[in-house]
């Protein structure tokens, strides 16, 4: 089955520390995103990339970084400088980074600080 | 003002009830429009794309007006399994000359038996 996965479903973070959530997908995409989402708010783009080895801050990068050394992987890093990390975090791939393309979503990953 | 605002909601209605939601972008440069889909606690699913002249699958229709800058979804006839929220998408150009969707708030939407 093609499709993008998201491991893990629930990260917790002390204080201090860098978590990375994966993103993965077997659909040949080009482009990978990575949006926030807080409740009752819609998805705020942190960062995508458009093809491998490169990529480029969203509109919320701050405190997160990223790498896309693979095409099919697109892993993101919360920083221990992100003060407020709490959200669901979601990834994405469309076929090119053109905005008429669709963008197909993975499951989500939950960050909790403790 | 907001790229993309929704309308607010909440959005409680019985079953078979016609609904309707609006959805207004700032940006008259947007060429791409979409209706996504979100159950609780799950991801965002492409519920159709939206078409200047307006687009039907089956008991859902998605109108655009540019000259407005809104965009719209109809439900008709509604089920108990269209209770979710729905996000509008939009896409935006930036001052760096790319483009980037962009995504309302949502509105929830509970249909009622």
């Known amino acids: 089955d093609g499709g993008i996965t998201q491991s893990p479903k629930y990260l917790f973070r002390k204080e201090g520390q860098n978590v990375t959530l994966s993103c993965e997908q077997n659909?040949?995409?080009?482009?990978m995103y990575w949006y926030r989402q807080d409740p009752g708010q819609g998805l705020r783009l942190i960062y995508y990339s458009q093809i491998v080895n490169d990529f480029q801050k969203g509109d919320i990068a701050e405190g997160y970084s990223v790498s896309r050394e693979k095409k099919e992987s697109f892993p993101l890093t919360v920083t221990s400088a992100q003060k407020n990390p709490t959200a669901f975090y979601l990834c994405?791939?469309?076929?090119?980074?053109?905005?008429?393309?669709?963008?197909?979503f993975g499951p989500g990953t939950r960050l909790l600080v403790l | 003002r907001k790229e993309v605002e929704q309308d607010p909601g909440p959005f409680n209605v019985p079953e078979g009830a016609t609904v309707a939601f609006n959805c207004t972008y700032s940006n008259s440069a947007s060429q791409s429009f979409f209706w996504y889909r979100q159950d609780c606690r799950k991801e965002p699913k492409l519920l159709m794309s939206?078409?200047?002249s307006g687009n039907e699958d089956g008991r859902f229709t998605a109108q655009l007006n540019r000259a407005s800058q809104y965009i719209s979804l109809l439900i008709r006839d509604s089920k108990l399994s269209d209770s979710a929220t729905y996000l509008c998408?939009?896409?935006?150009?930036?001052?760096?000359?790319?483009?980037?969707?962009?995504f309302g708030q949502g509105t929830r939407l509970t249909i009622n038996p």
């Open positions: 998408v939009v896409n935006i150009l930036t001052y760096q000359g790319a483009q980037k969707l962009v």
């Open positions: 939206v078409y200047s």
């Open positions: 994405a791939s469309s076929r090119s980074g053109g905005a008429e393309e669709t963008q197909y």
């Open positions: 659909l040949n995409h080009d482009a």
